[in-house]
């Protein structure tokens, strides 16, 4: 019905920046509130930042003042721009939206995941 592609993780140093993004699509009526989430190993999935439809925005302690939360309501896209990356940002990070499809259907769902690692 609805599918998250996500993509721009990867291999950076402590102190980097890193962009992902995150595209909606499928048959969609309506995309509302879409966010980001990450797993590190042996630990369970948290926020970290998430954005209505309007732009309004929140975060996790964690992030705040490194990582800021956008998005492109006309191409149903959410993006996430990291700064000052730490090794323990070090996880998979997970693309979350919820919508409604042509059928009126309430959805929620997940992308694939994607690596990020920061490491020197």
């Known amino acids: 019905q609805v599918q998250l592609v996500e993509s721009g993780g990867g291999l950076v140093q402590p102190g980097g920046s890193l962009s992902l993004s995150c595209a909606a699509s499928?048959?969609?009526?309506?995309?509302?509130?879409m966010g980001w989430y990450r797993q590190a190993p042996g630990k369970e999935r948290e926020l970290v930042a998430r954005?209505?439809?309007?732009?309004?925005?929140n975060y996790a302690d964690f992030v705040k003042g490194r990582f800021t939360i956008s998005r492109d309501n006309a191409k149903n896209t959410v993006y996430l721009q990291m700064n000052n990356l730490k090794p323990e940002d070090t996880a998979v990070y997970y693309c979350?939206?919820?919508?409604?499809?042509?059928?009126?259907?309430?959805?929620?769902?997940w992308g694939q995941g994607t690596l990020v690692t920061v490491s020197s």
């Open positions: 954005i209505t439809t309007g732009g309004s925005t």
């Open positions: 499928g048959r969609i009526f309506r995309i509302n509130d």
């Open positions: 979350n939206a919820q919508g409604v499809t042509i059928s009126f259907r309430g959805v929620e769902v």
